[in-house]
């Protein structure tokens, strides 16, 4: 069964549940293994919060 993740807004069949949000694979995995360093952390961090956060 597919279902749209709500970080990166594709359907995907396999991911978490995190406060009644669907998190896909592979953004599971962006996060799991985000650095500070990394030059993309920042809009990462954002987004996050955003699906965290959003409608609540």
């Known amino acids: 069964m597919f279902m ?4 990166c807004h594709a ?5 978490i549940r995190l406060g009644g949000k669907f998190l896909c ?3 599971e995995k962006i996060l799991t ?3 500070a ?4 952390y ?4 954002k987004r996050f919060r955003n699906f965290l956060f ?3």
């Open 37 to 40: 360093a990394n030059p993309v």
């Open 25 to 27: 694979q592979e953004c």
């Open 33 to 35: 293994h985000l650095t």
């Open 4 to 7: 749209y993740c709500n970080f």
């Open 11 to 15: 359907p995907k069949d396999r991911g």
């Open 54 to 56: 959003k409608y609540q």
């Open 42 to 45: 920042s809009f990462i961090v």
